[in-house]
């Protein structure tokens, strides 16, 4: 019983048959994966923070530090961690930012911060405590509406996809 609520719901189990471990995603018809769903997002996150188009390429500045570097270099950076759920996926939590910020710098937090303002940081936090299931109709839905804005973005400002 618990096990049909999983596969139903999209959720992989483990059950141990004799001596033999079946995985039950490998029986769930194929959906979206999450991996594919972040790189459409993190692709629209960089796109809609083009400041300037050089040629065919989009440049933008890092949200916390602003230095100016092709959106295709930079990161979709996090203000709280991707791994809160609740919050994975709010444009109001990933900003364009340069490699250094994001990784070197742990996403720069203080200046993360600074530019996001106390009151919408505070609203992030509180939303991050909340309890979120990320399911195949989140992720369907965040898909389409990154790649409806991924084809918008570079044909109003004449960039190539990537």
């Known amino acids: 019983m618990i096990l049909d609520k999983a596969k139903q719901a999209g959720r992989y189990g483990k059950k141990a048959k004799g001596s033999r471990v079946v995985n039950y995603v490998d029986k769930l018809p194929k959906k979206i994966k999450e991996a594919t769903v972040w790189q459409n997002f993190s692709k629209s996150v960089r796109l809609l ?5 050089v040629g065919s390429e989009g440049l933008g500045e890092c949200f916390t530090c602003g230095k100016t570097i092709p959106i295709k270099e930079g990161d979709a950076g996090h203000c709280i961690s991707r791994r809160i759920k609740p919050t994975k996926y709010n444009r109001t939590n990933v900003k364009l930012q340069c490699k250094r910020c994001n990784k070197w710098l ?3 937090q203080t200046a993360f911060i600074k530019n996001l303002g106390i009151k919408t940081y505070t609203e992030l936090l509180d939303l991050s405590g909340m309890f979120f299931k990320i399911d195949q109709s989140f992720l369907s839905e965040v898909n389409e ?8 973005i570079c044909k109003a400002k004449g960039i190539e996809k990537w």
């Open 49 to 53: 923070s083009i400041t300037l188009i």
């Open 106 to 108: 742990n996403g720069n």
């Open 145 to 152: 509406e990154s790649k409806f804005l991924i084809n918008k």
